[in-house]
């Protein structure tokens, strides 16, 4: 692995935990349920991607699996919360 690479790899997953930390705050003191929900999808996407920038770095197809159910419980998560906010049931 190049230096430059490394060094781009450190810096992203450092950017990543830091926009974990500021959609950390929305999900703590969001005005509004959908400030949260949206904090909380801001959450799972980083998340996401830090998984991805850890596979990278240390090569190894764990990471990715991790990735790949993040996104999966992620989108379903926002789907019933959407769901929920618009008609206050999630199940009909």
């Known amino acids: 692995m190049s230096l430059f690479l ?4 450190k810096a992203a997953l ?3 935990v830091l926009a974990i930390a500021v959609a950390l705050v929305r999900l703590l003191k969001g005005p509004s349920a959908q400030d949260r929900v ?4 801001c959450i799972y996407v980083s998340g996401m991607m830090a998984m991805l920038v850890l596979a990278l770095t240390y090569g190894s197809s764990m990471y990715f699996e991790a990735a790949l159910l993040i996104a999966l ?3 379903v998560g926002s ?4 769901k929920f906010l618009l008609r206050g049931e999630v199940i009909e």
């Not at 490394?6 to 790899?9: E, G, P, T």
């Open 79 to 82: 789907t019933a919360m959407a």
């Open 73 to 75: 419980f992620g989108f």
């Open 14 to 16: 450092f950017l990543l």
């Open 38 to 41: 949206l904090a909380l999808d």
């Open 6 to 9: 490394a060094w781009s790899l």
